[in-house]
């Protein structure tokens, strides 16, 4: 069975940074592609990034270019989101998805399966 547990999420200031972390089990995690996805109130749930297993290759949305960076520790099964510069508008819920690798298609919620319990991450101004 697929687990996915995220943990990390706080309330931190602007301008501030947190780390977030999916730990991960059930399945061979090397295979898989892990991503990072937010959902805001209101907002539809959008991709904030994702990282192949396998390969390494990486994908960020626009909005968080430059300033988070997704990393994956194979040994520990674990990915870690670090996340600087926080803004205001980045305030959500954050969950992290897997995927087979061999599915990947895009870095978009429609294409994984399975989904941890989420976490939040409130930024103030």
């Known amino acids: 069975e697929v687990q996915l547990v995220e943990s990390g999420g706080a309330l931190v200031q602007a301008g501030g940074s947190l780390t977030l972390s999916c730990a991960a089990s059930?399945?061979?995690?090397?295979?898989?592609?892990i991503g990072w996805f937010r959902q805001a109130p209101g907002k539809e749930r959008e991709g904030v990034s994702c990282?192949?297993?396998?390969?390494?290759?990486?994908y960020y949305g626009d909005s968080v270019k430059g300033r988070f960076t997704i990393s994956s520790d194979n040994a520990m099964n674990t990915v870690y989101l670090p996340m600087n510069s926080l803004k205001p508008e980045d305030t959500a819920v954050y969950y992290c998805?897997?995927?087979?690798?061999?599915?990947?298609?895009?870095?978009?919620?429609?294409?994984?399966?399975?989904w941890g319990q989420g976490t939040q991450v409130t930024v103030s101004s």
């Open positions: 990282i192949s297993n396998s390969d390494g290759s990486t």
């Open positions: 998805a897997a995927v087979p690798g061999s599915d990947f298609v895009g870095c978009y919620p429609r294409y994984f399966g399975s």
């Open positions: 059930g399945f061979t995690f090397d295979d898989y592609v």
